[in-house]
T-cell receptor
Framework: GQQLNQSPQSMFIQEGEDVSMNCTSS?????WLWYKQEPGEGPVLLIA?????ELTSNGRLTAQFGITRKDSFLNISASIPSDVGIYFC?????????FGKGTKLSVIP | NAGVMQNPRHLVRRRGQEARLRCSPM?????VYWYRQLPEEGLKFMVYLQKENIIDESGMPKERFSAEFPKEGPSILRIQQVVRGDSAAYFC??????????????FGQGTRLTVV
């Protein structure tokens, strides 16, 4: 089956630092999505990428869809305490989402 | 995502009992998806339903698990004769079915099932 490898598994950073995480796949996806999940909550969509090579920003978040359509990265600039959570990449088919195992982000004030 | 309502938020069942998880999609959404999340894992697709129809149940165990989305009322994920391995968080998502289905899917807050 399709697998997504997400790295790093966890990160501890100082407030104000930039963060980068990435996701690779054994399969090609037509759409890449990045979600954030906080404890006890469901995933919330952050950024959606639709075309290979696409670079999209949402505030302090920037994500890119790899040219091979098998990878994506997410950058967070100038981290703040409320960025804490688990970030999931997801490859999308027509309706089914395949998730990575997540990157757990901790921000030290 | 607050528009997708799941209940209960927490459910405790003894081994062998039945668990019924409910999902009310966002207003105007007729497509529902169920996902399961084990601790320290990402979400895994279980089933995709439209009103009164199961479209894809390829991610759902063949035994003890069933799902429905009736014409009226919420979608139900039913787990019969629960075992400890069924303990997980179960998330429902809904979409309108127009445009890009997957990126218009909004998740609920989940039901955390604990089997004791």
């Amino acid at each position: 089956g399709q697998q997504l490898n997400q790295s790093p598994q966890s990160m501890f950073i100082q407030e104000g630092e930039d963060v980068s995480m990435n996701c690779t796949s054994s399969s090609i996806f037509n759409t890449w999505l990045w979600y954030k999940q906080e404890p006890g909550e469901g995933p919330v969509l952050l950024i959606a990428l639709y075309k290979a090579g696409e670079l999209t920003s949402n505030g302090r978040l920037t994500a890119q869809f790899g040219i091979t359509r098998k990878d994506s990265f997410l950058n967070i600039s100038a981290s703040i305490p409320s960025d804490v959570g688990i970030y999931f990449c997801s490859g999308a088919g027509s309706y089914q989402l395949t998730f990575g195992k997540g990157t757990k982000l901790s921000v030290i004030p | 995502n607050a528009g997708v309502m799941q209940n209960p938020r927490h459910l405790v069942r003894r081994r062998g009992q039945e668990a019924r998880l409910r999902c009310s999609p966002m207003k105007g959404h007729s497509h529902v998806y169920w996902y399961r999340q084990l601790p320290e894992e990402g979400l895994k697709f279980m089933v995709y339903l439209q009103k009164e129809n199961i479209i894809d149940e390829s991610g759902m165990p063949k035994e003890r698990f069933s799902a429905e989305f009736p014409k009226e009322g919420p979608s139900i994920l039913r787990i019969q004769q629960v075992v400890r391995g069924d303990s997980a968080a179960y998330f429902c998502a809904s979409s309108s079915g127009t445009g890009t289905l997957n990126t218009e899917a909004f998740f609920g807050q989940g039901t955390r099932l604990t089997v004791v």
